[in-house]
Each structure stands twice: as structure tokens, then as C-alpha cells.
């Protein structure tokens, strides 16, 4: 009878699910902000959608990383780019007020940054 190794834990996944943190903190001051007499069912709508995407973007990592272990250079580059479109996307988590705001390229950047991480999900 051996006793079963599990795997030991990858530090570079702790290090990047350090990016979901920051966009927790993120997420939080967009909500406080928002918070007021006159823009708290806005704060609530775009919290919804921006927590949607972030939250399946972990939720999608979580489940690879649970069923796979990938030990070669090719998914360690492609995890990289990956975080460095939700990086992006985190980034510009700003408040409701910017996010609204036509003139302001933070909504556009998120969306795009969005699209970019979940095509590579495709892949």
C-alpha cells in the first residue's frame, strides 16, 4: 500500500491569482464609489459586469489547473499573456463615473482585454 504524493503547490500560480485579489480591491472601491443617493443601481450594474468576466476567467483557470498539470515552457508563455490581459482588465476596474464616461478609454480597455483573455480560453 503507498501513500498518494500530491502535487506541490506551482508558485507562480499563487503569484498570479495575486491579480484577483487586485481586482477584488478593485471591484470594492468601484462599488463604495457608486454608493450615493443617486448612482447606487448604476454601482450594483456595473459591478455585475465587471465582476462577471473576472470571476469566469478565475473560475475557468481553476478548473484546468485542477484536471492538468503542464510542466512545458509553451503553457507557462501562453499563462503569461493570459494574465496579462486580465492584468489589463484589472488595471482599468476604475469607477462608475470613468467607466460611463464616453470620452474615457478605461471601459473600452476592459472590454477588449476581456475579449482577449477568454479567446485564448478558446484556444
Same mark, same amino acid.
Given at each position: 500500500?503507498?501513500?498518494?504524493? !500530491? ?7 499563487? @503569484? $498570479?491569482?495575486?491579480? /484577483?485579489?487586485?481586482?477584488? &480591491? ?27 468576466? !473576472? ?7 481553476? @478548473? $484546468?489547473?485542477?484536471? /492538468?498539470?503542464?510542466?512545458? &515552457? ?50
Amino acid at each position: 500500500d503507498q501513500d498518494q504524493i !500530491l502535487p506541490h503547490v506551482n508558485w507562480g500560480d499563487l @503569484f $498570479f491569482d495575486l491579480f /484577483y485579489v487586485a481586482a477584488a &480591491y478593485n471591484l470594492g472601491v468601484m462599488l463604495t464609489s457608486a454608493m450615493n443617493d443617486q448612482n447606487w443601481l448604476r454601482g450594483i450594474i456595473y459591478y455585475i459586469g465587471t465582476f462577471g468576466p !473576472l470571476w469566469t476567467s478565475w473560475e475557468t483557470s481553476m @478548473f $484546468f489547473e485542477s484536471r /492538468y498539470t503542464t510542466v512545458d &515552457y509553451s503553457h507557462r508563455l501562453f499563462e503569461v499573456v493570459r494574465y496579462l490581459f486580465v492584468s489589463t482588465a484589472v488595471v482599468h476596474v476604475k469607477s462608475v463615473e470613468s467607466l460611463a464616461d464616453p470620452k474615457s478609454a478605461e471601459s473600452l480597455v476592459f472590454t477588449c482585454a476581456i475579449l482577449c483573455e477568454s479567446i485564448m480560453h478558446l484556444a
